[in-house]
């Protein structure tokens, strides 16, 4: 299984990005799909999830702002991510949960205020 994120990178406060992860080597269409993050010297948290059913949940520090969705034709998992923030800063991780979880490499997202 591979879980390959991308779409970080830098932007002000109030703007937005787009993160993707790509998977492989999964049922793509019957697993739960996730987001997390981790700031530096916090632990990592849970930013949203989108289960296989199509409901989502997300931490209340995103919510209204943050939009996770996937496209089962290209196996592919996204977030919206808008007016963002500096407490945003983290590396964003996506991850598999089908029988057991499985995590990509993260990707830098860097909020300036």
């Known amino acids: 299984v591979q879980l390959q994120a991308s779409g970080g990178g830098l932007v002000q406060a109030g703007g937005s990005l787009r993160l993707s992860c790509a998977a492989s080597?999964?049922?793509?269409?019957?697993?739960?799909m996730g987001w997390y993050r981790q700031a530096p010297g916090k632990q990592r948290e849970l930013v949203a999830i989108?289960?296989?059913?199509?409901?989502?949940s997300y931490s209340d520090s995103v919510k209204g702002r943050f939009t996770v969705s996937r496209d089962t034709a290209k196996n592919t998992l996204y977030l919206r991510m808008n007016s963002l923030k500096a407490e945003d800063t983290a590396v964003y991780y996506c991850?598999?949960?089908?029988?057991?979880?499985?995590w990509g490499k993260g990707t830098q997202v860097t909020v300036s205020s």
């Open positions: 991850y598999a949960l089908l029988r057991v979880e499985y």
């Open positions: 080597g999964i049922d793509f269409s019957i697993a739960d």
């Open positions: 989108i289960y296989s059913g199509g409901r989502t």
